[in-house]
C-alpha cells in the first residue's frame, strides 16, 4: 500500500473512534450537539475512507459521490454547526439547521444530477483524488452546480467549529479555569484549521498534503476532544461548563 | 402545601458545602507564563488564520483568487 493509501486509511481508523465515542456520548446525553458533530464526523471519516479505497482499489462512482458530497462538501458544515447548538439554543439556531439540512438534502441532489456526467476514464489511480477530481467532474459552467455549494458549506463549517472553539478557550482561560479545557478546544482549533489549510492549498493547484492534513486534522481533533471532556472537579465547573467545546 | 419550617434564631445557619479545589487540576496559575503569555499569542494566530483561510475561500466563491 502506497503513502496515498495509508494517510487516508489512518484518518479513517481515528475518525471511526472519534465518531463512535461522540455518538455515545449523544446516547448517553442526548444534546443535539453529539449528534450533528457524529453525523459530521461520520462524514469526514467517509470521505478519507473514500480516498482511501481510490488508492487500493481503484475507481468506483458510488464512492467518488461518497467522497465528494460528504468528504468535500458536507462535514465542515456539519461539525461545526455541532459547535454552533453549544453554544446558542435560541430560535434563529433551528432557522440555521433546518437550512443545513435543506442545503445538505439540495447538495445531494445536484451530486445525484452530475453522476451520469463524470468522466471515469480520467481516473488515474497513482494521483491523489483531490488533486485529479477537477478532471473527472465537469465544470460548474458545464452543470456541476454541486461545487458551488462546497464554499458555502466549509466556509460556514470553518467560521462556526474554529470560531466556537477559540472562542471557548478564550473564556476559559478569561475566567483562568479548567486548563484542560482551553488546550483541548486550542487542538481542536488547530486541527480544524489543519484540513481547512490543506483544503485550501489543494483548490490553489497544491494537492500533495491534503491527506497528511486530514490525518493531522483527524488526530488534533480527537486529541482536542478527550483533553477537553475529561472529568473536571464540579466546582469550578459550573459557571463554564456549557462552553466546552467538548462539553 | 408543607408547613412553614420553624427557624430558631438562636441556631448557627447551616454552611454551604463546598467541593474543595484541586488548584493543579481546575485553577490556571495566574502567574504561569505559558497560560499568560503563549496561550493568548497561539489562540490569536488561530484566529489570524481562520480570517485569512475564510478570505481566500471567499475570494474564490467571487473569483477574485484563481481556482485550478
Not at chain 2, 479545589?21 to 488561530?46: C, M
Amino acid at each position: 500500500m502506497t503513502l496515498s493509501g495509508i494517510l487516508p486509511f489512518a484518518s479513517t481508523i481515528v475518525m471511526l473512534v472519534f465518531t463512535i465515542s461522540v455518538f455515545r456520548r449523544w446516547l448517553a446525553r442526548r444534546k443535539a450537539h453529539f449528534l450533528f458533530w457524529s453525523i459530521g464526523l461520520a462524514m469526514f471519516g467517509a470521505g478519507s475512507f473514500a480516498e482511501a479505497y481510490f488508492a487500493t482499489l481503484g475507481w468506483s462512482p458510488v464512492v467518488f459521490f461518497i467522497w465528494y458530497l460528504f468528504g468535500a462538501a458536507l462535514n465542515a458544515g456539519w461539525i461545526g454547526h455541532g459547535s454552533l447548538l453549544l453554544f446558542a439554543r435560541k430560535r434563529w439556531v433551528h432557522v440555521l439547521t433546518a437550512l443545513l439540512i435543506g442545503g445538505s438534502l439540495f447538495a445531494g441532489y445536484l451530486m445525484l444530477s452530475v453522476m451520469p456526467r463524470l468522466d471515469a476514464s480520467a481516473f488515474n489511480p497513482a494521483v491523489s483524488i483531490g488533486e485529479q477530481y477537477r478532471t473527472i467532474m465537469p465544470s460548474v459552467s458545464d452543470g456541476a452546480s454541486v461545487r458551488l455549494t462546497t464554499p458555502f458549506f466549509n466556509i460556514y463549517g470553518l467560521i462556526t467549529l474554529v470560531g466556537m472553539a477559540i472562542w471557548s478557550a478564550w473564556l476559559f482561560l478569561r475566567k483562568q479555569v479548567l486548563p484542560n479545557r482551553v488546550l483541548g478546544n486550542i487542538l481542536i482549533a488547530a486541527g480544524a484549521l489543519s484540513i481547512g489549510l490543506a483544503s485550501t492549498l489543494t483548490r490553489l493547484g497544491v494537492g500533495a498534503y491534503l491527506y497528511l492534513g486530514e490525518l493531522i486534522a483527524a488526530l488534533l481533533m480527537y486529541a482536542g476532544f478527550v483533553m477537553a471532556g475529561a472529568p473536571a472537579p464540579q466546582a469550578e465547573a459550573s459557571g463554564v461548563t456549557e462552553t466546552s467545546a467538548a462539553d | 402545601m408543607t408547613e412553614p419550617e420553624m427557624v430558631d434564631p438562636g441556631r448557627p445557619k447551616q454552611e454551604v458545602r463546598r467541593t474543595p479545589l484541586k488548584p493543579s487540576a481546575s485553577r490556571i496559575e495566574s502567574d504561569s507564563v505559558f497560560y499568560t503569555r503563549l496561550v493568548p499569542v497561539i489562540l490569536g494566530a488561530l484566529a489570524l488564520m481562520t480570517i485569512v483561510l475564510i478570505v481566500i475561500a471567499a475570494g474564490v466563491l467571487i473569483g477574485v483568487v484563481p481556482f485550478r
